[in-house]
């Protein structure tokens, strides 16, 4: 035990006097923080009269009185001994403030609760940008939601890289993949080796020079051929660094076949064109070789003229692909179906005729058609014609045929000799088509059966529902 000397007093001061100016530089630098953090501190009794308070405005105090939420949540505080929580807004001379409230309680001696401690923290700020972040949020989601909406509707896909040229998003599927079967890899992993290069290269002198590039690629998918309009620029970061590549590809397969189309049609231009000069010819020989006069040379070599003429504008409205069966044979015999008492029936399944088959046809359907005028069904308001064609699958090789026939007409004689409409029907049409070609003239009306193979359609027949 330390013994007292001699002169010391009995009862040495406290150190009060020692920690007071301690206490005093905690203190200040408790209420920089809040002045800095915009902290309102203050203590309340039970009664919630203000026993302290401290502003970071200097004297100003929060307004009174609180609101019935602030109100509240205090008495629960002081009911229960549990803090609490609440934001509201104060009045304040700048205008209208939201405080967040941290409500703590304060023990006595005995341990019961004598009162509140509250701080109260400006938080309009934080809000409004909490706000304006939710709203900028919900904007960039509609904005990205429209994007992916134009960019799916359309053919074009954009897609990322690293520098590694490692794709790191894209929008759409593509090379024949799923989003997530491309993402992650490189082009070595998903791109046929004999189309790499050129897409790689492309890909490489971006990133080498740091300028946008741009090139026509060629791609297997699916073992069918895609062509692709690529665009290639650098990707940079915030910094200025450049971090990788962004891509557009516009899908052109269709220009592109649209094009090797039209290079097809401009070669097969002057064949055609000379192939029509021949059958041009052939008609005017063969129709001055069975005509009398001028008159009637003109009048039916005119209206063979037009007939072909109706099968090739048929031909230009399907852009030479073929010709289908029904509009071919509605076309020809379109002054006749506008009768007002329809003499002719026209029915069969879809069948699209190739364009050599649709102009050899069509011809031989308008001389059928002028002989019913003459001479058969279509000469008198009694007759009808029949036109039907069926799907031929046990035929060999398997065909479609059509079959003309006329009833209620006037008797019918079989003619003495072939006339130039006989020759277009029965020979012109068997060696063109490669037809099987029947041409009966029966008493009760002419007849006519065609057999078209297989080879001179476009495309397939579609089966009878």
């Known amino acids: 035990m330390r013994q007292r000397r001699n002169g010391e007093p009995r009862n040495p001061p406290t150190r009060t006097a020692e920690t007071r100016p301690e206490l005093s530089v905690v203190e200040d630098q408790f209420e920089n923080a809040l002045r800095a953090a915009r902290v309102y501190v203050f203590s309340q009794d039970k009664n919630l009269q203000n026993t302290r308070v401290y502003s970071p405005r200097g004297a100003y105090r929060l307004p009174a009185p609180d609101s019935d939420e602030i109100l509240a949540a205090k008495r629960g505080v002081l009911q229960t001994g549990q803090p609490a929580d609440v934001e509201a807004f104060y009045a304040m001379p700048g205008g209208s403030i939201l405080f967040s409230f941290h409500i703590d309680p304060t023990f006595g001696p005995d341990n019961k609760v004598d009162g509140i401690m509250c701080a109260a923290i400006d938080v309009t700020r934080i809000r409004s940008l909490e706000s304006e972040q939710q709203r900028l949020t919900a904007e960039l989601g509609t904005t990205l939601q429209r994007y992916e909406t134009a960019l799916r509707g359309s053919n074009v896909t954009v897609f990322t890289h690293d520098r590694a040229l490692r794709y790191t998003s894209i929008s759409n599927p593509m090379f024949g993949r799923e989003v997530k079967e491309i993402v992650g890899r490189t082009d070595d992993e998903i791109i046929p080796a004999e189309n790499r290069p050129a897409i790689v290269a492309l890909k490489r002198e971006a990133l080498e020079s740091g300028q946008p590039q741009d090139g026509e690629i060629r791609l297997n998918e699916d073992g069918s051929i895609r062509w692709y309009d690529l665009h290639v620029e650098p990707l940079h970061d915030v910094s200025g660094a450049m971090v990788g590549l962004t891509c557009a590809a516009v899908d052109v397969t269709g220009r592109k076949e649209g094009e090797a189309h039209l290079r097809l049609l401009m070669r097969e231009l002057t064949h055609r064109s000379k192939n029509l000069l021949a059958v041009i010819q052939a008609m005017a020989r063969q129709t001055a070789r069975h005509v009398g006069s001028i008159d009637s040379f003109l009048e039916q070599f005119g209206a063979r003229l037009q007939a072909l003429a109706r099968s090739h504008d048929l031909l230009v409205q399907e852009e030479w692909h073929g010709v289908p069966l029904a509009e071919l044979i509605r076309s020809q015999l379109a002054p006749y179906l506008d009768r007002a008492a329809s003499q002719i029936v026209v029915e069969g399944p879809s069948v699209m005729l190739r364009p050599e088959a649709a102009q050899s046809l069509g011809l031989a359907l308008h001389e059928l058609a002028i002989n019913a005028v003459k001479y058969g069904a279509l000469s008198t308001l009694a007759g009808r014609i029949s036109i039907t064609w069926t799907w031929q699958p046990r035929h060999e090789p398997p065909a479609v045929q059509i079959l003309w026939a006329e009833l209620g007409g006037p008797k019918v004689d079989a003619p003495a000799q072939r006339g ?34 297989l080879a001179q359609l476009s495309r397939p027949v579609q089966s009878e529902a």
């Open 420 to 453: 130039f409409g006989s020759l277009v029907v029965e020979r012109n049409l068997a060696r063109a088509l490669e037809a099987d070609v029947e041409l009966i003239f029966r008493t009760e009306g002419v007849r006519c059966r065609i057999t078209i193979p």
